[in-house]
């Protein structure tokens, strides 16, 4: 059974530090995403990492894949208030059935 | 990028009423679609595949009898609640893949009194 963990559950850090959410899971996969969640909203796609060591940059996030340590990591420079939001990471089973198997959320809090 | 619509947004219903919400592939066709719960607070819990055709395939611990879904076109999956009840009050959100992605509904809140 393919397991997605998180870390950290959840962050508060002030604006213009750095940080990065860890996202860990437990069987092969090769397609992993990454998701925004604004309170009360449904999922907005932040990135889709395909292969072994992508990474891919929008604006102040960064995220990159691991496959070999089946590892992702989402990377934030220089927070901003609007980056506060629940971000998930979602892993395909890679059995051909197309199920996203998602991480336990983390609740980004940006403090002025 | 491709876009999912459900409905209704919201539903407040009574307990032992049924409740439906639809899930809509508004610009691709989908095959497959998926829906998903979340409690508050909580991380997506896959329920249910729907296939388009032929019957949904649901995760262990998710009772099809009480979440009926069909998906009978290319661009539609409903999901009914039936007898519904409070401990089913949450967020239903479906979702649709395109490509190598997948396109997510803005989600249908029920709430059970």
Known sequence: ????????????????????????????????????????????SLFVLLSNGAVKQEGRLMASLDTKARLSTLHITAAVHDLSATYFCAVDSSLGNEKLTFGTGTRLTIIP | GAVVSQHPSWVICKSGTSVKIECRSLDFQATTM??????????LMLMATSNEGSKATYEQGVEKDKFLINHASLTLSTLTVTSAHPEDSSFYICSARSFNEQFFGPGTRLTVL
């Open chain 2, 34 to 43: 998926f829906w998903y719960r979340q409690f508050p607070k909580q991380s």
């Open chain 1, 1 to 44: 059974e393919l397991k997605v963990e998180q870390n950290p559950l959840f962050l508060s850090m002030q604006e213009g530090k750095n940080y990065t959410i860890y996202c860990n899971y437990s069987t092969t996969s090769d397609r992993l995403y990454w998701y925004r969640q604004d309170p009360g909203k449904s999922l907005e």
